[in-house]
């Protein structure tokens, strides 16, 4: 099959990084939530480069939604993960195989065989990504889902460092991702947490198709009530 998506193409992607500031986070297209927009959280915490970045993205569909994954968030997280002379965060502005000599070149291969075994996996994943182009809407869909739950626990045995991914297809899976492995009795703690309610959250995400304010800021109140949710 043919690939023949914009999102495909990193120049597209680098456009966007250079002209919006946070690209990780928010509505960057300015488009309405359809139903087949697909909603990303995403967080990166870095205690010994002392940050931690997480919030919401919506994508208009699970096309533009794969393209900024493989060529914003990957090379985020690559650059994040592997070069640990820089200090701070950053966003690449270059196409992947190019990152990645640059920063290898950095490593000594001899004296850090875990950075370059973690540089292995992070091309690997890269490469996952890339591959799916040629699968239709659903095939992408469960892919990407299932690419999520494997980085999760690939990227989560440091306690110091982690990254975490989700993707949302409807926007009422947020309620279930918000009250996952969550007792009900400290559901009370959580509303406090995202002052508002849980049904208050559910109707907001279940009402959005219909609602335009709702729909306009959804993105917005999820990134000011819960950017920290990983």
């Known amino acids: 099959m043919e690939r023949a998506y914009r999102a495909d193409n990193f120049y597209f992607w680098e456009n966007k990084i250079r002209n919006y500031d946070e690209i990780l986070f928010g509505s960057i297209d300015k488009k309405r939530i359809t139903k087949d927009s697909i909603i990303i959280y995403i967080g990166i915490l870095d205690r010994e480069k002392g940050f931690v970045r997480s919030g919401w993205s919506s994508h208009e569909d699970v096309n533009t939604a794969l393209g900024f994954l493989q060529h914003v968030f990957l090379p985020t997280s690559f650059y994040t993960w592997i070069d640990r002379e820089s200090k701070g965060f950053y966003i690449p502005l270059s196409p992947f195989d190019v990152l990645k000599e640059e920063v290898l070149k950095h490593v000594n291969k001899s004296e850090d065989k875990g950075t370059n075994f973690d540089a292995i996996r992070m091309e690997r994943a890269y490469n996952y990504l890339n591959s799916m182009w040629t699968h239709d809407k659903t095939k ?6 299932k690419f999520c739950n494997d980085f999760n626990n690939m990227w989560d045995e440091d306690p110091k460092r982690k990254l975490f991914l989700k993707i949302f297809e409807k926007p009422e899976e947020i309620v279930d991702f918000i009250l996952e492995k969550t007792e009900e009795e400290f559901e009370e703690v959580i509303e406090e947490e995202i002052d508002m309610t849980i049904d208050e959250l559910r109707f ?5 198709y219909d609602k335009p304010l709702i729909n306009k800021n959804l993105i917005e109140v999820l990134n000011n009530k819960i950017p920290i949710w990983f």
Not at 140 to 145: G, Q, R, S
Request: net charge positive; aromatic share 0%; hydrophobic share 25%.
């Open 140 to 145: 992408k869909n469960l892919k990407l889902k």
């Open 204 to 208: 907001r995400c279940e009402d959005i």
